[in-house]
């Protein structure tokens, strides 16, 4: 949400395709700045929720929330005033917390108590062309076996992120060979080998041309696509069932 906000949405008894959203956090401190991507950490019964600097006053950061309460447990300032203008945008975790650096091309790393521990860059994370860098590192997923899995927004290239291996590795960063077509959020990416290749195994369009998918949800095996950034009101927010 636009000003650093926390909206549940509900599904309605009647099955409604027009749903209300309800506001659950709003800071006012926060004013300027935009919530972006979330995560919700079962163990701990937290909501972990990307700041972004969105008008480039302000700063991004990772805030934590107490799902039972709403309370703000931290606020962990990533980039300040005197810094670059970073646009932190997705969080994904596992004790700790992930949040790539959609300007900075790089990914912070932040503990479970709210402290910032490391920061995870390549030289693959810019790659050639300043076009393709106008926004770089975005959404980003936690795999079981130890390594991130991050993309590249404009130039659409996918990289594992070897989370076991020491920060000067060479071989902690690697880019995932994709084959089947350039990747967006509305395709699906398939591997059998560890995320060392993949393949794009289906393709689902939504007809908002107008409007861009900023991230996918999966529940009960279900893929579910939000249209936030794009043309309209900015309190209408599209959410759409992708069928692959």
Excluded: C
């Excluded at 975790?93 to 860059?121: C, Q, R």
């Excluded at 939504?206 to 949800?217: D, E, F, N, Q």
């Excluded at 893929?223 to 959410?239: T, W």
């Amino acid at each position: 949400m636009d000003g650093d906000g926390i909206g549940e949405v509900v599904p309605s008894e009647d099955n409604s395709d027009v749903l209300q959203e309800v506001t659950l956090v709003k800071h006012v401190d926060l004013a300027g700045n935009a919530s972006l991507g979330i995560v919700i950490d079962r163990d701990r019964n937290r909501l972990l929720v990307a700041i972004a600097d969105l008008l480039g006053n302000r700063y991004s950061a990772l805030a934590s929330y107490d799902m039972s309460t709403w309370r703000r447990v931290f606020l962990a300032e990533l980039s300040g005033q005197s810094e670059e203008k970073s646009f932190a945008d997705d969080v994904d975790e596992h004790g700790n917390a992930y949040v790539t650096d959609a300007k900075g091309s790089k990914i912070w790393k932040v503990d479970v108590s709210g402290e910032l521990v490391s920061t995870i860059e390549s030289p693959l994370f810019t790659p050639p062309g300043w076009y393709n860098n106008l926004v770089a590192l975005n959404g980003i997923v936690y795999h079981p076996d130890g390594f991130l899995i991050v993309i590249h927004t404009f130039s659409g290239l996918l990289y594992k992120i070897d989370l076991n291996a020491d920060v000067g590795d060479s071989n902690k960063v690697s880019l995932i060979e994709v084959t089947g077509g350039t990747l967006s959020p509305a395709k699906l990416v398939e591997s059998s080998d560890g995320w060392m290749t993949a393949t794009m195994t289906g393709w689902f369009s939504t007809g908002l041309v107008h409007r861009i998918v900023s991230s996918a949800t999966v529940k009960e095996g279900r893929v579910y696509l939000n249209h936030i950034v794009g043309f309209g009101s900015k309190k209408k927010h599209i959410l759409v069932e992708a069928v692959f």
